[in-house]
């Protein structure tokens, strides 16, 4: 992949007529490559501290060279085209430009919500101070307000420091240089008291007005897409934005991957905004709960809980998408279904949930007995995984079992290995088929016992023994089970059952072993068949 910089977009026009034509370009762009004279120089925040009290700046003016170089310092690179102008046709379009996003204000998109008064000063520092915790992540409150102190790198701590209240129509460039980091400094040496708390050293530093708000669209049509700032916008503690960003993108990238490279129908793309928005309501929601309670005084615990449910929100962990054609609605127990809807079977793997990732525990592959975690076995390759669960395989019946679905998806004329098969490769990566049991290492459960969709074989590259694992009880370092799988997924050992999982990891449906025909139509709903 090629990044040009020094470009501006100027104009940007959808045909509609051509939206659903999967071989049409039906974005135009145009660009315009810029001179160096047009190019704003904006001068860098690092600045050093000297022994005479006067600040000098540590990097100077950064100018935005446009001429060929191979250092890694040049922001714009020559596209040999400077001062020219050109249009692009595409088939889909990503605005990752941040809370200023030309693309978002070009389709008339608005976000919702409002500012606060709340200012926030921010600065990467190397610390001189006797304030024997400045390594660990803390919150400081003091009756001079509230800081956030956050280690970094290279002995760099980051400080988040409540500065005094303004009224938020001052949310201008000329407001921001008014309250210099020597000002902000001043508030955070105050809250610090009586340890004390200097710098000569800075990297970096910006002021914020406390705002949450969210894009009433994420895209057009589903061929122009905004991710990350470009649709929500908050307060930039504890890297909310960098961690939520990050999964839009995720979740918008394999879904385009697939209906681009074929397997996906174009349909499931209306899924990001669906599974995504929801994820920023709730990013508001929680910060504008930080924010509130960063700018009063919390007690501790009422913090602590917070936080806590602030480190598995960004993590992703936390994250439940709701029923869609990639997410399966789930039952808690038995029943006839009338109707034709796919539903997961909760009650097979009650702590493995629809919408949530699959919970990683440790496994040992069965070929060498090394351990895995299982979020390492689901590759960010764009595969869709199958895991059998299948219980415990010294117990003769169970093992039948097991072979018998092995053999279910391998024969079936239009099944799941073969309506699935990539048309490149003639393997079935777009399904991959893992199995996961819990026969005690007694049992000598050897590789020729299972049936071939677990154990392949191809005449140029021989047996694969890397889709057999087992059950492993290890402790981690915590003191917690890192292993046993079927146990803390909530899976019977003597039932088993299936769990199908998106290519980001993310759980879209559960079934029993003999639920081969529900699995299809659960892969019919997201998937193009190559069966002609």
Known sequence: MKVERGIESTALHLDESQIEDANAYPIEINLHHLRKAEIETSQTNAHNIGADGVSRHERGLVGFEIDQDDTNDVVYRSTGKVGESETVHAKYVISCEGAHSWTRRTLGFIKEGEYTDDVWGVIDVIPITDFPD?????????????????????????????????????????????????????????IMAPYKLTYTYCDWWTVFWAGQRVSNNYSSHERIFLAGNAVHSHTPKGGQGMNVSMQDAFNLGWKIGGVLNGPLHRFVLKTYEAERRPVAQQLIALDSRLSRMLSGKPNREELDRVYDIARTFLSGTNVRYEPSPLVAGVVSQPQQDADAKVLAKGYLATYVVPGKRLPSYQVARQSNACIWETQDLLKSDGCWRLIVFGGDLSNAAQLERVNALGENLAVRPAGVLKKYISTHTQESY????????????????????????FFPFDEQQGYDYDRIYGDVLAESPGGKMSGDAHKYDGIDPVKGCMVATRPDQYVGWIGDLEDVDDLERYFDGCLNSTVK
């Open 134 to 190: 400045i390594r660990k992540q803390c919150t400081i409150q003091s009756k001079f307000r509230t800081m956030l102190n956050v280690p970094r790198e290279n002995k760099l701590t980051r400080l988040y420091i409540q500065l005094a209240a303004v009224d938020a129509d001052s949310n201008t460039k000329e407001a921001r240089n008014a309250l210099i980091p020597e000002k902000m400094f001043a508030t955070a040496a105050k």
């Open 430 to 453: 777009r399904v991959q088929v893992i199995l996961i049991h819990c026969a005690p290492k007694a049992a000598h459960i050897e590789m020729s016992d299972f049936h071939g969709t």
